[in-house]
């Protein structure tokens, strides 16, 4: 997401406005029969400004051109992407847009735009860009990477050009969810019930509320609002019931997650995906249960060092996390990027839990911890004591340890290789018709100009 202040906002918005009066439009490329306007350089030019490197007038050009060529191609070879998938992105667009401006109308007033128009704007924009990135992705899917081409690629490379893998870890982890009295349940749902009947009866909207006591800080700020999401993308205690609801005016009935408590509003339907809003609200966890839970951990350590259990046994019989129960404790770091490994660098733990990554900074390996409360992925607190499996110091990558660290950068360069060769054979069978006066680039892709 791009991130601007509020002060370049308003001058950015300003100037595409003035933009859009004064500038007398040009046709400055032409890429097969879809042409690329001045004013599309223009605008991008002020949108990401000093993020662009090297002459905006060519580099952006150059990146709608490319653009152009993955939607052809998809077309080609009926690649898409659904509606939803795209109006997740808008979505969180406009909403980030809304924060920067102020508010809603404050918004339209600087786009000079209403919000169906702006929101219209956004999904062409992020249409096109999934979809290009996703025809990316496909041409670089058959490219494949066997062990002997990893060892040959880096057997002549110097040492001090090989990839600098920094310190990671593995972590085990034995997790206790502390008592929650069914008093402090009740008094959550009660809450709920009060917040849905101030919405069934007009009092106030449900966006309000869930500004004010939404406990879900992704989407409380947004009146409660959720991104367009399958229900499989969703836990199954919310899934039930939200994918439940038929009238946009009503309010669900209470929802238990892993996350806490909800009641949930339809905002729409598309295919088999909805958008929604929630309020979510925790129960409190009192000292006095922390204490005890804290107490139990420290007899389970016990045992684990006197040899009457081992840490793994005692994950599978007592652990509460089951995201590690049945992985003998050991933590999964699942990236972006859909890989998912068992080594977490420490900025990466630290991000996962603050106080986990504390903890872990003060073990040697083998060594289990002191029981300790941490925040875990849910927002739920919980106890818990952490073993460190292994931790590799910073190094250079070697085949031994970083395997697929090196099939990686193996892979990235084939992909890109082919990504190149594509391109390169796209455009001798593109009509591709530049302006004179914007041909004068150093462009990344050789044969643009005929």
Same mark, same amino acid.
């Given at each position: 997401m791009k991130r601007y202040t509020l002060c370049f906002f308003m001058v950015l918005c300003s100037v595409l406005s003035m933009a859009q009066k004064n500038v007398i439009d040009e046709v400055v490329w032409v890429v097969g029969d879809e042409a690329i306007l001045r004013s599309d350089i223009e605008k991008r030019r002020l949108e990401y400004g000093s993020q662009i490197k090297g002459n905006p007038y060519c580099v952006i050009p150059e990146q709608l051109a490319l653009q152009k060529l993955f939607l052809h191609q998809a077309a080609i070879d009926s690649i898409s992407v659904t509606d939803a998938d795209v109006n997740q992105w808008v979505e969180q667009d406009f909403n980030e847009k809304i924060l920067l401006a102020g508010s809603k109308e404050k918004l339209e007033e600087y786009m000079k735009m209403s919000s169906l128009q702006i929101r219209e704007e956004l999904?062409?924009?992020?249409?096109?860009?999934?979809?290009? &990135? &996703?025809? &990316?992705?496909?041409?670089?899917?058959?490219?494949?990477?066997?062990?002997a081409e990893v060892r040959r690629y880096f057997k002549d490379i110097p040492e001090d050009s090989l990839p600098l893998i920094p310190t990671q870890v593995e972590v085990q982890l034995f997790v206790l969810q502390p008592r929650i009295p069914q008093s402090e349940i009740d008094r959550v749902k009660n809450l709920l019930r009060e917040y849905a009947e101030r919405v069934n009866n007009g009092s106030t909207s449900f966006a309000t509320l869930a500004r004010l006591y939404s406990e879900d800080p992704g989407s409380a700020r947004q009146g409660g609002e959720m991104p367009y999401m399958g229900k499989g993308e969703l836990d199954p205690g919310f899934a039930n019931v939200a994918f439940g609801l038929t009238d946009t005016k009503k309010v669900?009935?209470?929802a238990q997650s892993e996350f806490g408590y909800h009641i949930i509003q339809l905002i729409d339907k598309r295919g088999d995906k909805m958008k929604c809003r929630h309020i979510l609200k925790r129960p409190e966890v009192a000292q006095a249960d922390i204490d005890s839970a804290l107490v139990v951990l420290d007899s389970v350590a016990a045992d684990i060092r006197s040899g009457k259990i081992s840490f793994e046994d005692a994950v599978r019989y007592g652990s509460d996390d089951k995201d590690t129960r049945n992985n003998r404790g050991i933590l999964s770091n699942n990236k972006e990027t859909g890989e998912t490994s068992s080594r977490f660098e420490m900025s990466e733990l630290s991000a996962f839990s603050p106080e986990l990554a504390r903890v872990v900074e003060?073990?040697?390996?083998?060594?289990?911890?002191?029981?300790?409360?941490?925040?875990?992925?849910?927002g739920k607190t919980v106890c818990a004591i952490a073993r460190l499996k292994n931790r590799s110091l910073t190094h250079r990558a070697n085949i031994t340890e970083d395997f697929q660290v090196m099939k990686g950068v193996v892979e990235a360069k084939k992909g890109e290789e082919a990504i190149l060769k594509w391109i390169h054979e796209k455009q001798k069978s593109t009509y591709i018709r530049i302006n004179p006066d914007w041909r004068d680039c150093d462009f990344e892709y050789e044969g643009w100009v005929k």
């Open positions: 999904f062409d924009q992020y249409k096109n860009d999934l979809t290009a &990135r &996703r025809m &990316r992705e496909e041409l670089m899917s058959d490219v494949k990477v066997t062990p669900s009935k209470i003060t073990l040697e390996v083998g060594e289990m911890s002191k029981p300790f409360t941490m925040i875990n992925t849910k």
